[in-house]
């Protein structure tokens, strides 16, 4: 839930941004728009939290049902002061009782390193290299003579990358794809992005349509399509997200709006991207179909906004979002967050 609160932030942040860069009323109209539903969804997800902790499911610090004893709890409380000067003592976090209600802030202005004391080795003998210093070298023996040179062992290095939520390796061979397309009443779109992906010119191993009740002809329509598989779920976009991900097979599941058209290369440019990159959660940039010039600078601006904080504020939308699947391969449940833009 908090995380939903830092997201809707997030997200109202760079509306706002994007607000102050346009002079275009009708842009500014959608702009304007967008900020009262964030202001909305905030203030939403902010009585969810209070809902939880009135039944005591959820509280201060989160998780609240990990064992405090666990912790060090001499360090629990205390603020410690790396800056230079006293300012940081001002506030209200250095003193009196913390927010939990469990203990006391202390503040500590000169902290000291908690670990044992170093011993200072010796610097290194003249003996150990009689090499050039440009050549390699190995370790002498007791005897004087030196170990024959063994090869240089390359050890393979997880890549951290702020694009992305963790670290991870790409794969040495092509990933396994399932689409999953959440569906409601969408007869006159579900046709459009089905033929999309059948057009494609990297297929994915299975299509999964999860449909939550629709009384039009959604299903119909689907069901023209051979590859496609259907599940019946329930109303809320992320249960049917969440149903189809655990039914998928993939090694990379997409979530796609059934609205949403495929240019002929988007899967095959897409899922590249995703596993050279070594990502475990990424969105694409988004172009509008078929739109206004108004809509179309809004996308352009986002789209720039986005990429330019993907590396400090890493966001995206739901329209597209692509998930490595767990080492069980399925997916645990539907998150609203993203990691990368590619």
């Known amino acids: 839930m908090r995380f939903n609160v ?21 842009v500014r109209d959608m702009f304007s728009f967008l900020l009262a539903r964030d202001t909305m969804h905030q203030n939403q997800w902010l009585a969810a939290i209070e809902d939880l902790k009135a039944d005591g499911l959820e509280d201060t610090s989160v998780p609240s049902n990990f064992p405090q004893e666990r912790e060090m709890s001499e360090v629990a409380y205390r603020f410690m002061n790396f800056s230079e000067g006293e300012e940081s003592a001002q506030g209200r976090w250095p003193s009196g009782l913390s927010m939990d209600g469990k203990g006391q802030f202390e503040y500590v202005s000169e902290p000291q390193a908690m670990g044992p004391q170093m011993e200072v080795l010796d610097p290194p003998s003249s003996r150990a290299c009689t090499r050039p210093p440009s050549s390699r070298c190995s370790p002498p023996l007791p005897d004087g003579r030196t170990m024959a040179p063994h090869a240089a062992r390359t050890l393979p290095v997880r890549q951290y990358l702020l694009e992305g939520v963790g670290m991870s390796m790409p794969s040495e061979q092509a ?7 959440p569906a409601l009443n969408e007869e006159r779109h579900i046709g459009r992005l089905l033929r999309d992906i059948a057009r494609q010119t990297r297929m994915p191993q299975e299509v999964i349509l999860v449909d939550a009740g629709s009384h039009d002809g959604t299903i119909a329509v689907a069901r023209g399509f051979a590859r496609v598989r ?44 995703f596993s050279r990159r ?25 789209n720039f906004v986005t990429r330019a904080f993907q590396g400090i504020l890493p966001s995206g939308a739901g329209i597209c979002l692509a998930i490595r699947a767990t080492s069980s391969g399925r997916i645990r449940g539907s998150t609203r967050g993203s990691s990368s833009t590619t």
């Open 6 to 26: 830092t997201a809707e932030s997030q997200g109202r942040l760079q509306v706002a941004r994007l607000y102050q860069l346009t002079q275009d009323s009708g």
């Open 175 to 181: 990933p396994r794809v399932s689409v999953v397309v």
């Open 230 to 273: 259907i599940l019946h779920g329930e109303r809320a976009v992320a249960r049917g997200r969440n149903l189809g991900g655990r039914s998928a097979s993939g090694d990379v599941v997409i979530f796609l709006d059934a609205d949403t058209r495929l240019p002929q290369t988007f899967l095959e440019r897409f899922v590249d991207d």
């Open 278 to 302: 070594g990502l475990d959660v990424a969105c694409p940039l988004y172009a509008p179909h078929d739109s206004t010039p108004a809509i179309e600078r809004f996308h352009g601006g986002f």
